[in-house]
Structure formats: C-alpha cells, structure tokens
C-alpha cells in the first residue's frame, strides 16, 4: 500500500504563484508513473497533468500547458507541480494519484490511476 498526502494549496491571487507537493509513504513510487487531476465544484474530476516513472516525460491538459510544470524528487519520494499565473478558473480541489503498475506512458484518465490522496484546496482570486 502507499499513502499520498498533498499539501501546499491556498488562496492566491490570479497571476501568482504556487506549488503543489505530493509526498509518498509506505513504499517508493519511483518506479509508477503519477499524476495531478482537479475537481471544481460542480464539475467532474478532470485530469491536469502527469509524469512518467522515469520523470523523463510530461503531459499536461491543454488548459493548463505552458502554465503547470509537474517534478519528481526521487529522494524525497514526493512529486510537486509548479503553478504559474493561476486563473481563476483553476480554481479547485486538487488531487495527485499514482498507478499501481510498472508502464512507460503517461495515464490521463482516473480509471487508470490505483492510489489517491485526499485533496488539497486552490482558490484563485481575480
């Protein structure tokens, strides 16, 4: 089993900045690939972005491309995304996942994803 606890959402101002962490426990995750996926009020979970098992590789929603940078810190068993000029249309309850089996491709639907953490609030103010 492995635990994913996400930290680093707040309240921030359209055009800021912040960072996201991801940080694994109960066993190393540098062999799965994992990803980032989103939650608006109202709305279905939607994929944001992910990293291959390597960190090799990204892939990111077009919604967010050029804005979103996701890392790993093998090490340090965690991942992050970088948020850059938030909107607040990104504005939701955002949640990293990771998948459960040894692949070399970037998973961008939830079904494919075995491990969830339990979310962490971004708010962007206009």
């Known amino acids: 089993q492995v635990q994913l606890v996400e930290s680093g959402g707040t309240l921030v101002q359209a055009g800021g900045s912040l960072r996201l962490s991801c940080a694994a426990s109960?066993?190393?995750?540098?062999?799965?690939?994992m990803g980032w996926f989103r939650q608006a009020p109202g709305k279905e979970r939607e994929f944001v972005g992910g990293?291959?098992?390597?960190?090799?590789?990204?892939f990111y929603a077009d919604s967010v491309k050029g804005r979103f940078t996701i890392s790993r810190n093998y090490a340090k068993n965690t991942m992050y995304m970088q948020m850059n000029a938030p909107n607040p249309e990104d504005t939701a309850v955002y949640y990293c996942?990771?998948?459960?089996?040894?692949?070399?491709?970037?998973?961008?639907?939830?079904?494919?994803?075995?491990?969830w953490g339990q979310g962490t609030q971004v708010t962007v103010s206009s």
């Open positions: 996942a990771l998948v459960n089996r040894v692949t070399t491709v970037i998973h961008t639907t939830s079904d494919e994803y075995n491990f």
């Open positions: 109960g066993r190393t995750v540098r062999n799965y690939a």
């Open positions: 990293i291959s098992r390597n960190g090799g590789s990204t």
